[in-house]
């Protein structure tokens, strides 16, 4: 049973999902579920070459970072605070939903910003909440999501209860985070329900060869990279901004393409992700676009590092919130990291 020292990201969520999504991986042996056809796929089997060749590729990822868990503990007064919140919705879902919502989100709090004060925290775990449920909730009916920034800008109801809670959350942001910071979160929150509403409403349409930009411009908004950029930076932090904003870019780009559900979205036969969508632009196999992405994430978190080399305390925060990322992805059960032999 190896112990934890890789490192964090691969491709990340979420939904693309957002939320964040983020990252499930690989099994001892091929396995033969029965699955959707798609270009990993032969006989509705996985094929086992693509199968060994995508474990490869994330064991190999993984290990060139060198991760070490934080091994971060739960903190129980937030999942207290959270569980509490949740049940105030209302809501007709499965305990299921609901205990995987507060897990996920709580984790992704204590991992990544463990570095914050309890009323941060427990803001970035009720806003994930939120996405999630925005994400996952509203599949069948995306209106509410796509109508969602509108009616925060007219100051109208929303279509669905707790999407009024989550507008009224978004007006907490200016006092935690500063000017900048806010406004990117709102801003990305806004481009996040955009970017889910353009995959409920585009499900049958075909990635066109040569749209290639089209995989990132989604990627990008659903993502959901720039609120957890700035999530890390509280306005308490620093006075200023100038020391870390030239490092946003590249944060959003980790945090977006971090994507370690490939393997586990593979075995479902899911093919509507950022891997399968940049495959087919690039006329490339998922398997080359994995190993590409995973190369492009080893630069960025390589190109992060020599930019806050200089800055010895964001240097140690950044990498921080770098473990603690991979973290979030590695306690999360349905991410099947464990069969990788990977253990947080």
């Not at 989100?105 to 449920?133: D, G, K, R, V």
Request: hydrophobic share 40%; charged share 20%.
């Amino acid at each position: 049973m190896p112990s934890l020292t890789l490192s964090p990201l691969a491709l990340l969520w979420r939904s693309a999902r957002s939320h964040a999504s983020l990252l499930y991986l690989l099994l001892p042996h091929a396995p033969s579920l029965p699955i959707k056809e798609g270009s990993l796929f032969v006989d509705d089997r996985i094929r086992p070459d693509a199968f060994h060749e995508t474990k490869r590729i994330i064991r190999d990822f993984l290990s060139g970072l060198g991760f070490r868990s934080p091994r971060t503990p739960k903190n129980f007064d937030l999942r207290q605070q959270l569980t509490a919140e949740i049940a105030s919705w209302n809501i007709d879902v499965s305990t299921t939903f609901t205990e995987k919502m507060l897990h996920n989100s709580c984790n992704m709090a204590e991992c990544c910003y463990s570095h914050e004060s309890p009323e941060h925290q427990y803001f970035i775990a009720l806003y994930t909440a939120f996405t999630f449920y925005a994400d996952d909730h509203c599949g069948a009916d995306p209106e509410p999501i796509g109508q969602f920034a509108q009616r925060c800008l007219e100051g109208a109801p929303q279509l669905d209860p707790v999407l009024d809670r989550f507008a009224a959350h978004l007006n907490k942001t200016f006092g935690l985070w500063p000017r900048i910071g806010a406004n990117a979160i709102i801003s990305g929150t806004f481009d996040s329900m955009t970017a889910m509403y353009i995959e409920y409403t585009t499900k049958d349409m075909a990635t066109r060869p040569g749209a290639t930009r089209y995989p990132y411009y989604v990627r990008t908004k659903s993502g959901v990279g720039p609120p957890y950029a700035h999530f890390i930076f509280p306005s308490a932090w620093r006075s200023s901004v100038n020391s870390y904003i030239q490092i946003i870019p590249e944060l959003d780009y980790f945090i977006n393409c971090t994507k370690l559900s490939f393997y586990k979205e593979s075995l479902a036969g899911e093919t509507d992700n950022y891997v399968h969508l940049r495959a087919s632009a690039e006329r490339k196999s998922p398997t080359d676009v994995l190993r590409t992405l995973a190369a492009e994430v080893t630069d960025t978190v390589e190109r992060i590092d020599a930019i806050t080399s200089i800055d010895p305390e964001l240097a140690a925060l950044w990498q921080r919130f770098l473990q603690g990322y991979l973290e979030f992805h590695v306690k999360t059960t349905r991410y099947r990291l464990a069969e990788l032999d990977f253990y947080a």
